[in-house]
């Protein structure tokens, strides 16, 4: 008799993390109406680095893609958001799908120069074409050259009369590009290109000898995560309101999210949100000691990258089989009536 098996799909700990994330949720989009300006501030700050670092794990993480670029499309959104708004009159908000859209253009023509590299040579490829982004743009005299320029006045206003006003669009727009990053990889990663992703993660030869085409999906990943952070890049300079060269192509918006996801656990969607919160709270107390609060970054991620190689939520994991984002399929064996 051959034993029969249920496709497990979801956890008991999804269903109540489903149960918590709305009231989270709920509680977030309130947040403007009781809450304090910088507490929003910096929460819109989260939002954007955990979107941010979504993309990364995604690329990294699933389709094995080790980019230390990113930088480069997190500029390139900037730059569509001063383009897009003082040039061709486009509203503020709007920007940030439309700077997407710019980006994954973009990201082609770029996948198929750097995707001639492998391993280290692709990382190193990555970084070099951020650095080309930021020496071509600092060239554009009408987009402030290397000075940079501020957005004016009237883009501003558009977005809202007041500063509260202002402050609350910018804010909910922020929350909606978390939540949007964080439901689309999930889906993505449940889905059959989730699969192959998963597959190409454990073994690149094994899933080419099973017939997923390994270029083929990762060149989606690639497209998609230049898509997710251009769109993420024009939000973070429509909170900061100016842009440089040396501000939008900043390496450290790659590091950042490299430590954010080597803490939290690669490979996971969980991992990335509890790196975040680490991050963060790390940072608010520390960020005063200068470079000794570098050095404890740096240890914490070396640290926890020779005791725990999957990440502290890999760690969770192991020892609870807890997860909230469960994308993998699991049998069960069927009872019998």
């Given amino acids: 008799m051959t034993d029969s098996y249920n496709v497990l799909r979801s956890t008991r700990a999804s269903r109540i993390g489903s149960i918590i994330g709305l009231v989270l949720f709920i509680v977030l989009v309130s947040f403007p109406t ?29 389709g094995g893609l080790v980019s230390v670029g990113q930088q480069a499309f997190v500029g390139l959104g900037g730059y569509m958001l001063f383009l897009l708004t003082i040039h061709l009159g486009v509203g503020a908000v709007w920007t940030v799908p439309l700077a997407g859209l710019i ?8 996948a198929f120069l750097v995707f001639r590299l492998r391993g280290h040579y692709f990382a190193i490829g990555t ?16 987009l402030g050259g290397g000075s940079g320029l501020s957005l004016p006045v009237s883009v501003v206003k558009s977005i809202a009369s007041s500063r509260a006003g202002r402050d609350s669009a910018i804010y909910w727009t922020a929350l909606f590009v978390v939540v949007a990053v964080i439901a689309i990889v999930y889906f993505l990663l449940r889905s059959r290109h989730g699969l192959a992703l998963t597959a190409i993660r454990d073994s690149e030869e094994a899933s080419n000898s099973l017939g997923v085409d390994n270029f083929r999906a990762k060149l989606l990943v690639y497209i998609f995560a230049a898509f997710g952070t251009t769109a993420i890049g024009a939000l973070i300079f429509l909170t900061k309101l100016r842009i440089s060269p040396s501000a939008a192509f900043d390496i450290n918006w790659t590091t950042t999210v490299i430590f954010i996801v080597v ?14 919160i680490i991050f963060f709270l790390l940072r608010e107390p520390l960020a005063d000691f200068g470079s000794w609060y570098l050095i404890l970054l740096g240890t914490t991620a070396v640290v926890v990258m020779l005791k725990a190689p999957q990440g502290i939520w890999g760690i969770i994991t192991h020892k609870f089989d807890l997860r909230f984002f469960p994308v993998q399929r699991r049998l069960e064996l069927k009872k019998d009536d």
């Fill in 127 to 142: 970084w070099v074409v951020a650095e080309v982004f930021l020496l071509g743009f600092a060239q554009i005299k009408t």
């Fill in 34 to 62: 009781w809450g304090d300006r910088a507490t929003m501030r910096l929460l819109v700050e989260m939002f954007y680095i955990l979107a941010l670092s979504q993309m990364w794990n995604l690329m990294a993480g699933y």
């Fill in 103 to 110: 980006g994954a253009v973009v990201s082609l023509p770029v």
């Fill in 263 to 276: 803490i939290g656990g690669i490979g996971t969607i969980e991992g990335p949100i509890l790196g975040t």
